[in-house]
C-alpha cells in the first residue's frame, strides 16, 4: 500500500543542482531518515515525495502507482512540520479538523477521526484550547494528529522535532515511533540530528551536496561508513590518509598513516593504493602499547571522557571510561584491526 519507489529523482533550480540522482525504495511501514546538513536537498526531496514540488528528471512511485505529475491531495501522503505551522487563532479541535474538512468529508466521519487520535495521541482533555496555551510537546502532537486524521498511508516528517527542547525531544521522538507503527504507515523523516536518525531509523539515507552519499542502517552506518563524509557526520569518526603497504595473505594488511604503520583488515586494497582511512574515539585501546600521543584537551562527560591527542602534529579524538587522565599527560594506546576502516580512495 505505502510502499515506496524514488528511481533517478534529480531536481534543479536554474542552473543549480539541489538533487542528483536519487534512488530509494522504502518498504510498507519502514522509517526511513533523510540525513544532512542544511542545504543538502531534504526538504527539496520531501516535497517531491508529496507533491509540492515537481522533480526536473526521475520517478516517484507510492503503492506501485506512479504519481509524480500527480498534486499532492491526490497522493496518499501527509506532512507534518514543526509545532509552529500549527494555525494558532483555531483551537485544537479546529485545527485536526481543518484538512478534513477541505477533503468534505461527512460530520460524522470528521467527528470520529478527530476523537480516534485525540485519544490515541492524549489530546482528549486540550481539544478547546489554543496552541499558544499548550506546551511545546502537546504542540507537537496536534501537529502529528493534524497529519494522522488525514489517514495516509504514507507520512513524511520535516524536522518536526527541532523546535523542542532536547528531554522533549527524545520523549516526542518516542511518540512518534510508536504512533507510526501502530498505524503501520510508511514514514519518511528529515532531520540534521544524527543521533535522531540513529535512534529512531529502520534505515537512513545520508544526503550531501543532494546525494545519496550511503544508504544504511543505522548501525551499519556508523559501524561501516563509506565515505568520510558519513564517517565525520555519524559520530565523528577520526579520518586519516592511508597508504597500504602489504597484505600477508590471511586477511590482515598493514597501512601506513600519520600515526604510525598500523594492521588493518584486509579490505582487498591493493599495495601501494592510498585511501581514507577512519576509526571511533571509543575505539582506541588506552594504555595499550602501539601508539603514543600527548593529551591537549579534555571533556569529561560522565559515563565517558573526550581527549583530543597530538600524535606527532596531527590531532584525534579518542573517548575513554578512565576519568584520571589530565591535559598534557602522554599515553599510548592501540587501535584494532577490525576497527580501521577503508574508505574511498585519495586523488
Ligand atoms: N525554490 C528554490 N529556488 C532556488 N533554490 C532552492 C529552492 N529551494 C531550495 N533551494 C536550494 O536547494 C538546496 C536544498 O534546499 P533544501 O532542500 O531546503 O535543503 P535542506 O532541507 O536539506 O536544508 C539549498 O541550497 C537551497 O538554497
Ligand atoms: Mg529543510
Not at 11 to 20: C, D, I, N
Request: with cysteine; net charge negative.
Amino acid at each position: 500500500m505505502g510502499a515506496i519507489r524514488i528511481s533517478g529523482v534529480t531536481k534543479s533550480f536554474g542552473e543549480f543542482q539541489a538533487l542528483s540522482s536519487i534512488s530509494l525504495e522504502v518498504a510498507q511501514g519502514e522509517f526511513v531518515t533523510l540525513l544532512g546538513p542544511s542545504g543538502c536537498g531534504k526538504t527539496t526531496l520531501l516535497k517531491i515525495i508529496s507533491g509540492f514540488i515537481e522533480p526536473t528528471d526521475g520517478q516517484i512511485e507510492i503503492g506501485g502507482e506512479n504519481v509524480t505529475r500527480l498534486p499532492p491531495e491526490q497522493r496518499d501522503t501527509a506532512l507534518c512540520f514543526q509545532s509552529y505551522a500549527l494555525f494558532p487563532h483555531l483551537t485544537v479541535r479546529e485545527n485536526l479538523e481543518f484538512g478534513l474538512r477541505q477533503k468534505k468529508l461527512g460530520r460524522d466521519e470528521i467527528a470520529s477521526r478527530v476523537r480516534d487520535v485525540s485519544t490515541k495521541l492524549e489530546l482528549a482533555a486540550q481539544m478547546d484550547k489554543l496552541p499558544n496555551q499548550l506546551s511545546g510537546g502537546q504542540q507537537q502532537r496536534v501537529s502529528l494528529g493534524r497529519a494522522l486524521v488525514m489517514r495516509p498511508s504514507v507520512i513524511l516528517f520535516d524536522e518536526p522535532l527541532s523546535n523542542l527542547d532536547a528531554k522533549l525531544r527524545d520523549q516526542v521522538r518516542i511518540e512518534i515511533r510508536r504512533i507510526q507503527k501502530d498505524y503501520d504507515l510508511t514514514a519518511i523523516y528529515v532531520t540534521h540530528d544524527q543521533a535522531e536518525a540513529l535512534a529512531m531509523s529502520d534505515r537512513v539515507v545520508v544526503l550531501n551536496q543532494g546525494r545519496a552519499e550511503q544508504i544504511d542502517t543505522p548501525e551499519r552506518l556508523y559501524a561501516a561508513p563509506a565515505t568520510s563524509f558519513v564517517a565525520d557526520f555519524i559520530g565523528s569518526a577520526n579520518v586519516m590518509e592511508g597508504t597500504v603497504l602489504s597484505a600477508d595473505g590471511a586477511g590482515l594488511c598493514t597501512v601506513e598513516t600519520p600515526i604510525g604503520v598500523l594492521e588493518a583488515k584486509d579490505a582487498g586494497v591493493p599495495p601501494g593504493a592510498i585511501r581514507r582511512l577512519s576509526w571511533r574515539p571509543e575505539k582506541a585501546q588506552i594504555g595499550e602499547p602501539g601508539l603514543t600521543a600527548t593529551v591537549t584537551h579534555r571533556a569529561f562527560q560522565g559515563h565517558f571522557t573526550d581527549l583530543t591527542v597530538d600524535t606527532g602534529g596531527t590531532l584525534y579524538r579518542v573517548q575513554t571510561g578512565r576519568d584520571d587522565i589530565r591535559e598534557g599527560d602522554g599515553i599510548t594506546f592501540a587501535l584494532r584491526p577490525a576497527d580501521i576502516v577503508f574508505l574511498e580512495a585519495v586523488g
